[in-house]
């Protein structure tokens, strides 16, 4: 009849599906092809960075990278580098950081961030507001329209000395945006920062308009250390998604 039998036909292999592990090291290993022999780099935090501080690892094991001096973003991250042999320093031996490669939590259309869902935030931006490149790796799952819109925590590092004060002034400082404030609890008990801080995490039911205003307002409050929003800061972002790697520049 010329009608191709069924069981003649050449089968079709099922679509390979990701998960958002495989997909973090895909966007962490095109991160570490812009790390060159003899660069002071930052370390960042979370389960997307490990894989890039891993691969660090990996090449200077190989010899294919020499000279690399890392700079954690935090105690964990630390305590890779130093399992993996990573030399490292700190930013008052090198105030100049050449690449810093960390993930993020969220990551608007203009590259802005929401950080620190790890509690690592205040000691990221210290190492990520010295470095010269900023890659921020991230699976697809970050992508958001704005700050704050994926409806996950935006956490905010307070000392802890009257902690609930600083939460409801922060809570009220985003009343039009809806927003509600609550400590970090870990293990029933509040978490507790590397720096001995506690986190407020703060949820939206809208979009909180200007950032830079917001994020000005924030670190007004006293109490306040840092906030996890990472403005103008990434000059490079790598999204691996289901469809392939994109690589957005500022
Ligand atoms: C830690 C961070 C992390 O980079 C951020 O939370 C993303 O984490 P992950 O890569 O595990 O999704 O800011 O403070």
Redesign the pocket.
């Known amino acids: 009849t010329g009608i191709p039998s069924l069981s003649h036909s050449t089968p079709v292999s099922p679509p390979v599906i990701l998960t958002q592990d495989e997909l973090?090291k895909i966007a962490a290993y095109k991160a570490v092809e812009f790390v060159e022999s003899g660069m002071v780099l930052g370390l960042?935090?979370?389960?997307?960075?490990?894989h890039a501080v891993d691969r660090i690892g990996e090449l200077l094991r190989q010899g294919k990278l020499k000279n690399i001096v890392g700079i954690p973003?935090?105690k964990m991250t630390h305590e890779q580098a130093v399992s993996l042999g990573i030399p490292l320093s700190d930013l008052n031996e090198h105030p100049v950081v050449d690449l810093a490669i960390?993930?993020?939590?969220e990551v608007d259309p203009h590259l802005n961030l929401v950080?620190?869902?790890?509690?690592?935030?205040l000691r990221?931006k210290m190492v990520e507001g010295a470095c010269k490149k900023f890659v921020v790796?991230?699976d697809e799952s970050?992508l958001v329209k704005y700050l704050g819109g994926s409806g996950l925590a935006m956490?905010v590092e307070i000392i802890p000395f009257c902690w609930k004060f600083t939460a409801k002034r922060l809570q009220d400082l985003f009343e039009d945006a809806g927003c509600s404030a609550a400590l970090r609890i870990e293990k029933g008990e509040p978490f507790v920062t590397d720096n001995g801080n506690y986190i407020v995490n703060l949820f939206f039911k809208k979009d909180i308009g200007d950032l830079k205003a917001a994020s000005d307002a924030i670190l007004r409050i006293a109490g306040v250390v840092e906030h996890?929003m990472f403005l103008g800061m990434a000059t490079t972002v790598i999204v691996a998604g289901e469809l392939g790697v994109t690589v957005k520049n500022r």
Request: no cysteine; aromatic share 0%; glycine share 26%.
């Open positions: 973090k960042g935090t979370g389960s997307t960075a490990k973003t935090s960390d993930g993020a939590d950080k620190g869902r790890g509690g690592s935030l990221e790796i991230v970050k956490p996890g």
